[in-house]
């Protein structure tokens, strides 16, 4: 029996280095699907200065676009209540008060913030989950439905064409007070199979087509394939939770992985790598915390805090370690 070639079974997606680099000196916004929470959470642990979705995790590409517009106007009429509590169309219900003004007020001071973060911000990581909006009956999209029954909506496909011009608007209006901001744009892997899979499929072909249209358009919005790499490098439904929808944490790591080699320097991996070593020593629980290895042990975790303090705040790691210290 001749010997044969090394056999192959997975397409693995390489991704080109980024036009840019992400640092822990960048401000980074994270906006959109669920998705954009899995990544903006493995940042935020990793120590990045990250916001993220700040009116709460938004599906459809135009609800995205008007949440970072500050032109925006959050209409007062377009909010409702339900069981004692007041929610908008424009946000995610966890956006919510318990009386229409208090809403309001919430809402406008989220802005503010969002406002002023944009103005630094460096990088905006976009994730768009879907292309079916709702729209009410006098033909406003939300963002959200709030459980209300579904005669109160109908539902459509958005084109391409409105995606892009939404994202047009949305990027005039940071460009203003923020000419240097970075865009990355990502499809979510997350699957919609309540439009039924053929339906999902299609949604997700026209999120991808808008990202393409955008990407090609703008040198300084570039596009990461969280989706591809779900749907072909990892094709597999062990890469799935329970549910078949959502992606496990072995693949969020996976394409975590693949972001920062695409988007980090070597340094900003390397301080990482270093970090996650740091954040292991910090969750060690001893069998006896008042031992003399352990007390020195503690007082080793310190001076690895100490190296991080030019890069990132560790202030509050600090406390902990110097309360377990005797």
């Not at 990544?39 to 008007?66: D, H, M, R, T």
């Not at 033909?139 to 064409?161: D, E, G, M, S, W």
């Not at 990461?224 to 992606?247: V, W």
Request: with cysteine.
């Amino acid at each position: 029996m001749h010997k044969s070639a090394i056999m192959i079974f997975r397409t693995e997606i390489n991704i080109p280095k980024g036009n840019f680099d992400i640092s822990h000196h960048s401000n980074i916004l994270s906006v959109g699907s669920c998705f954009a929470e899995n990544i903006g959470n493995v940042l935020n642990q990793n120590k990045f200065k990250i916001a993220q979705n700040p009116f709460g995790i938004l599906y459809n590409p135009i609800s995205i676009c008007n949440s970072l517009c500050n032109s925006f106007y959050f209409d007062a009429e377009n909010v409702i209540e339900r069981d004692e509590i007041w929610y908008s169309f424009d946000c995610h219900s966890e956006i919510n008060a318990t009386s229409k003004n208090l809403l309001l007020t919430k809402i406008k001071e989220i802005q503010h913030i969002q406002t002023a973060f944009l103005k630094k911000t460096d990088v905006i990581i976009i994730t768009f989950g879907s292309a079916f909006v709702y729209e009410t009956l006098d033909k406003k999209i939300v963002a959200n439905c709030h459980k209300l029954p579904a005669k109160y909506f109908t539902k459509r496909l958005l084109a391409i064409n409105e995606i892009t011009e939404a994202v047009d608007f949305m990027y005039q209006s940071i460009e203003k007070t923020n000419p240097n901001c970075r865009f990355i744009f990502t499809v979510s892997p997350v699957r919609h199979i309540k439009d039924t899979i053929e339906l999902n499929n299609v949604s997700k072909s026209i999120l991808r087509l808008a990202c393409q249209q955008i990407t090609e358009k703008r040198a300084n919005c570039t596009y990461f394939p969280a989706f591809e790499i779900m749907i072909d490098d990892l094709r597999d439904y062990r890469f799935y939770e329970k549910d078949m929808l959502h992606p496990t944490q072995q693949a969020i790591e996976y394409i975590w992985e693949k972001f920062a080699a695409s988007y980090f320097s070597n340094d900003t991996n390397t301080l990482i790598s270093k970090w996650q070593q740091t954040l292991t020593s910090i969750n060690h629980r001893s069998f006896n915390p008042k031992s003399t290895s352990h007390q020195q042990f503690l007082s080793n975790v310190l001076k690895q805090l100490a190296i991080f303090e030019t890069y990132f705040d560790v202030s509050n790691e600090t406390k902990l370690i110097q309360s377990q210290l005797i």
